[in-house]
């Protein structure tokens, strides 16, 4: 099986097409947005949104915690919906320690 990933311009910027076996339309993805989050302790929940201007329900997100302190949480889900990402954790994130989510938002093209 042969694989060739290739490069063109679009309104995002550079963007990477994967084509397998001649497809160049199977996967073809760009950044949107990318950034960093860091759990708020006013929230005193395992649900944590952010409003993010231009994201969209049909959007993916790809995210990673890091966390300092003595309680580490995981990150259960991360749904994007209209201007908003969801993160939601197995509790509390601010219990004990702060977390930071490390986000990338992708846009199929």
Avoid: C, W
């Amino acid at each position: 099986m042969s694989q060739t990933v290739e490069f063109r311009e679009s309104v995002f910027g550079m963007v990477t097409e994967q084509a397998t076996g001649g497809h160049p339309e199977l996967i073809s993805y760009v950044v949107a947005y990318a950034g960093e989050y860091t759990t708020l302790a006013a929230l005193a929940s395992a649900t944590q949104p952010i409003t993010l201007g231009g994201v969209l329900s049909t959007d993916v997100v790809v995210a990673f915690i890091s966390f300092t302190g003595s309680t580490p949480r995981i990150l259960k889900t991360t749904t994007p919906t209209t201007n908003t990402i969801t993160f939601i954790f197995s509790g509390d994130p601010n219990t004990g320690t702060a977390h930071k989510v490390m986000y990338a938002v992708l846009r199929a093209v």
